[in-house]
């Protein structure tokens, strides 16, 4: 029985001499270091997943325009210094047009920029240019005296996306 107490008090004594705070002294050093980070531009664009007429169109017989808007959207835009993002659209084949079923009919459209109502964009020009968030509305104009039948018409317009050094 002795024994046990002596060895419970060894334990007691060792655990309260482990628990107590031992100080330590450093020297002052100062560390100086250098960060170069080379962070690529980040950016988030946002396009109409598609543009539908909601109206049902008619063939006339003189120029009557209807329109379907849309707007393209950079919701990111992280690291640009100095570079802009060019927003470019495509028709299909490099054609805007739409095209019946089976194509055997097409239905020429023209695109729009809100920044410049006066002038269709071309296969392939810049529909808007971003150096921050923002957006940039258009849209697509169809002259319905165009229209040669009754039918269906789809077709695909394209966007692409480049970065570049800003224009002065």
């Known amino acids: 029985m002795k024994i046990t107490i002596k ?7 060792l655990l309260l001499m482990g628990a107590m705070s031992i100080t330590l002294y450093a020297e002052e050093t100062t560390v100086t270091a250098t960060a170069i980070a080379n962070n690529s531009p980040i950016y988030t664009i946002v396009v ?3 543009i539908t007429s909601t109206d049902d169109l008619q063939r006339t017989e003189t120029t009557s325009y209807h329109k379907e808007p849309f707007t393209i959207s950079v919701t990111e ?3 640009l210094d100095g570079k802009q ?4 659209v495509y028709g299909e ?6 095209k019946n079923a089976d194509g055997s009919s097409t239905l020429p459209y023209e695109v729009f920029s809100d920044a410049n109502i006066e002038k269709s964009l071309q296969n ?3 529909f808007a240019t971003f150096t921050e968030i923002g957006s ?5 104009r169809i002259d319905q005296k ?3 039948r009754a039918d269906t018409y789809t077709g695909n317009l394209r966007f692409s996306f480049s970065l570049s050094d800003i224009e002065e």
């Open 85 to 88: 993002i060019s927003v470019r």
């Open 77 to 79: 835009a992280l690291f």
């Open 48 to 50: 109409p997943q598609g």
């Open 136 to 140: 940039q509305s258009g849209f697509v």
């Open 7 to 13: 060895i419970v008090s060894l334990c007691l004594v």
């Open 146 to 148: 165009n229209i040669t």
């Open 124 to 126: 392939g020009e810049v």
């Open 93 to 98: 084949d490099g054609v805007f047009a739409l």
